[in-house]
Nanobody
Framework: QVQLVESGGGLVQAGGSLRLSCAASGSIVSRNAMGWYQQAPGKQRELVAAITRGGRTNYADSVKGRFTISRDNAKNTVYLQMNGLKPEDTGVYYC?????????????WGQGTQVTVSS
């Protein structure tokens, strides 16, 4: 069974930095597409950053140049380095793993970690 455990959230002032971690078990991150999603208060969950099985990355326009997604295959962990944080970055951040059975994708989610950016 795939389990994803996020950590690293917290309260930070605007302009500060945080690094989120997503530790996977029951799955291998290097074989999955991995993503970080933000759910801001009262809003739907939205993609922030993603990394494909081949290592290609993509980002929401709002975080380009500030956030970096990376993967440590030895630790089976995906990270989200968040710099230059803004109050609008506040929300619960979820890690998602997409496994493939042939061409059929299966999504797994972590429990989320709270990020609060004060102005």
């Amino acid at each position: 069974q795939v389990q994803l455990v996020e950590s690293g959230g917290g309260l930070v002032q605007a302009g500060g930095s945080l690094r989120l971690s997503c530790a996977a078990s029951g799955s291998i991150v290097s074989r999955n597409a991995m993503g970080w999603y933000q759910q801001a208060p009262g809003k739907q969950r939205e993609l922030v950053a993603a990394i494909t099985r081949g290592g290609r990355t993509n980002y929401a326009d709002s975080v380009k140049g500030r956030f970096t997604i990376s993967r440590d295959n030895a630790k089976n962990t995906v990270y989200l380095q968040m710099n230059g944080l803004k109050p609008e970055d506040t929300g619960v951040y979820y890690c998602k793993a997409t496994e493939y059975d042939g061409l059929v994708p299966y999504d797994f989610w972590g429990q989320g970690t709270q990020v609060t950016v004060s102005s």
